[in-house]
T-cell receptor
Framework: GENVEQHPSTLSVQEGDSAVIKCTYS??????FPWYKQELGKRPQLIID?????GEKKDQRIAVTLNKTAKHFSLHITETQPEDSAVYFC????????????FGQGTELSVKP | DAGVIQSPRHEVTEMGQEVTLRCKPI?????LFWYRQTMMRGLELLIY????????DSGMPEDRFSAKMPNASFSTLKIQPSEPRDSAVYFC??????????????FGEGSRLTVL
């Protein structure tokens, strides 16, 4: 079926620590994997994405890794700050009927000062 | 560009009433998506359009839900009749790419629907 599994559902870290969120997908044809951040009461916004031709991408304190063989990808946030507190969604594109973005269930990240 | 514009931002209605949510995508974007967000089910894709044509409506929960995109700058999501379990935040999003979705989704601010 079309689903993206995301873990953990909640994550609490101390400021300065690292946070890792993991996702798995089922469509072996998927080739695009974005991550969205949603602050409380706001809209989801893209923070980083990766395509299947690379295994890792980094942008300052955030990085995403992709293992196409195992069909899983992860978000890594280093040196976390209180403003990183939000819900993070992973997503994968499913190529049934032209392609659509399916989101994971979300991870609520709390960074304690 | 003002981004994706949704209206209304908040809607409170009574069970059985018709609800119409509206969306104006970013100018030049040719894909439009309607998502529903709830605590229990997360972000669910209801339907998406490419060049104003509905491509996949398999996420529409039942016949009470319908969506239209009469032109490139306007879409509606209608619920008739509404039920309490339809209470959720409904997001509209648009993207620049063509068929398939490998580009950034730009979300509107959402329409929070409460059905009493």
């Amino acid at each position: 079926g079309e689903n993206v599994e995301q873990h953990p559902s909640t994550l609490s870290v101390q400021e300065g620590d690292s946070a890792v969120i993991k996702c798995t997908y089922s469509d072996s044809a998927s080739n695009y994997f974005p991550w969205y951040k949603q602050e409380l009461g706001k809209r989801p916004q893209l923070i980083i994405d990766i395509r299947s031709n690379v295994g890792e991408k980094k942008d300052q304190r955030i990085a995403v890794t992709l293992n196409k063989t195992a069909k899983h990808f992860s978000l890594h946030i280093t040196e976390t700050q209180p403003e990183d507190s939000a819900v993070y969604f992973c997503a994968a594109i499913y190529y049934n009927q032209g392609g659509k973005l399916i989101f994971g269930q979300g991870t609520e990240l709390s960074v304690k000062p | 560009d003002a981004g994706v514009i949704q209206s209304p931002r908040h809607e409170v209605t009574e069970m059985g009433q018709e609800v119409t949510l509206r969306c104006k995508p970013i100018s030049g974007h040719n894909s439009l998506f309607w998502y529903r967000q709830t605590m229990m089910r997360g972000l669910e894709l209801l339907i998406y359009f490419n060049n104003n044509v509905p491509i996949d409506d398999s996420g529409m929960p039942e016949d009470r839900f319908s969506a239209k995109m009469p032109n490139a700058s306007f879409s509606t999501l209608k619920i008739q009749p509404s039920e309490p379990r339809d209470s959720a935040v409904y997001f509209c999003a648009s993207s620049l790419d063509g068929s398939g979705n490998t580009g950034e989704l730009f979300f509107g601010e959402g329409s929070r629907l409460t059905v009493l």
